[in-house]
Nanobody, 123 residues
Framework: QVQVVESGGGLVQPGESLTLSCVVSGSIFSIYHLGWFRQAPGKQRDLVAQITMYGKTEYVGAVQGRFTISRDNDKNTAYLQMNSLRPEDTAIYYC?????????????????WGQGTQVTVSS
């Protein structure tokens, strides 16, 4: 059974940085794609960044140049480095593992969500 566990969220001021981690167990990590999503209060859960099994990355425009997704296959862990955080980045951040690429965009695996980690950006 696949387990996905996020960590690293917290309360930061605008302009500061955070790094989120996503540890996956119960699967061969290196052969699957992965995505980070976020959900703000009252809004839908949206894709923020994706990384393929080959290490190719994509970002939504709102975080391009500020966020970096990466993976360490030896540690079964993915990361989301978030710099220059803004209040509008406030959300619960979720990791999804083992989804598919459709038209180049990561589509989540409905069974492989983590519990989420809260990121709050406020002065």
């Amino acid at each position: 059974q696949v387990q996905v566990v996020e960590s690293g969220g917290g309360l930061v001021q605008p302009g500061e940085s955070l790094t989120l981690s996503c540890v996956v167990s119960g699967s061969i990590f290196s052969i699957y794609h992965l995505g980070w999503f976020r959900q703000a209060p009252g809004k839908q859960r949206d894709l923020v960044a994706q990384i393929t099994m080959y290490g190719k990355t994509e970002y939504v425009g709102a975080v391009q140049g500020r966020f970096t997704i990466s993976r360490d296959n030896d540690k079964n862990t993915a990361y989301l480095q978030m710099n220059s955080l803004r209040p509008e980045d406030t959300a619960i951040y979720y990791c999804n593992f083992g989804g598919s690429l459709i038209g180049g965009t990561y589509n989540p695996n409905p069974y492989n969500w983590g519990q989420g980690t809260q990121v709050t950006v406020s002065s």
